[in-house]
């Protein structure tokens, strides 16, 4: 079965302290693989799309990275602003996208 | 600015009433989704629309109808028959059908429904 964990559930970081959150599945033939910010009462907001083991791609404070098995969402540096859930999607040869619980980022100043 | 408009942002229900949330988009996307959004789960697909006057059911579709008879607006009716309606409903858009490579979901800022 079809299946995307995200760890932890929620990080509590202070500004500066830079970590990654972690998106692991298991899909049928990845299609794709999104991550979405989403703050609280809001719908969430695309962030990157990663196609294939080894990619990675970069915004602002935030890099995203691909295995075969994982992604990481690193955090460089963060700030106040950073703070939100972040959710992972996983899309399979089906076209179907399965989503993860989404990890809660706190970053104090 | 184009975007994804859902109304009421919040609706209270009696048990036993039907209500229908709406979803405008002015992307001119061709697919429009319905999710459900519960503490602690990943979002859950209710119902999906390629095309004009087409939808398929979700994964949890049971409870839930909707119609697509503008490409702009795909409203979404809670029916009594939902056991559990009380959620975050979250309507989302892509420029193509079944989400190809260069086309992730746009979400609107969700409608929060507490039935009582």
């Known amino acids: 079965e079809d299946q995307v964990t995200q760890s932890p559930e929620a990080l509590r970081l202070q500004e500066g302290e830079s970590s990654s959150l972690n998106c692991s599945y298991t899909v049928s033939g990845l299609r794709g693989l999104f991550w979405y910010r989403q703050d609280p009462g809001k719908g969430p907001e695309f962030l990157f799309t990663l196609y294939s083991a080894g990619e990675e791609k970069e915004k602002e404070r935030l890099k995203a990275t691909l295995t075969k098995k994982e992604s990481f969402l690193h955090i460089t540096a963060p700030k106040p602003e950073d703070s939100a859930t972040y959710l992972c999607a996983v899309e399979d040869q089906g076209g179907k996208l399965i989503f993860g619980q989404g990890t809660e980022l706190s970053v104090k100043p | 600015d184009g975007g994804i408009t859902q109304s009421p942002k919040y609706l209270f229900r009696k048990e036993g009433q039907n209500v229908t949330l709406s979803c405008e988009q002015n992307l001119n996307h061709d697919a429009m989704y319905w999710y459900r959004q519960d503490p602690g789960q990943g979002l859950r697909l209710i119902y999906y629309?390629?095309?004009?006057?087409?939808?398929q059911k979700g994964d949890i579709a049971e409870g839930y109808s909707v119609s697509r008879e503008k490409k702009e607006s795909f409203p979404l009716t809670v029916t009594s028959a939902q056991k559990n309606p009380t959620a975050f409903y979250l309507c989302?858009?892509?420029?193509?059908?079944?989400?190809?490579?260069?086309?992730?979901?746009?979400f609107g800022n969700g409608t929060r429904l507490t039935v009582t």
């Open positions: 989302a858009s892509s420029e193509e059908a079944l989400r190809a490579h260069n086309s992730p979901l746009h």
């Open positions: 629309s390629q095309i004009v006057n087409d939808f």
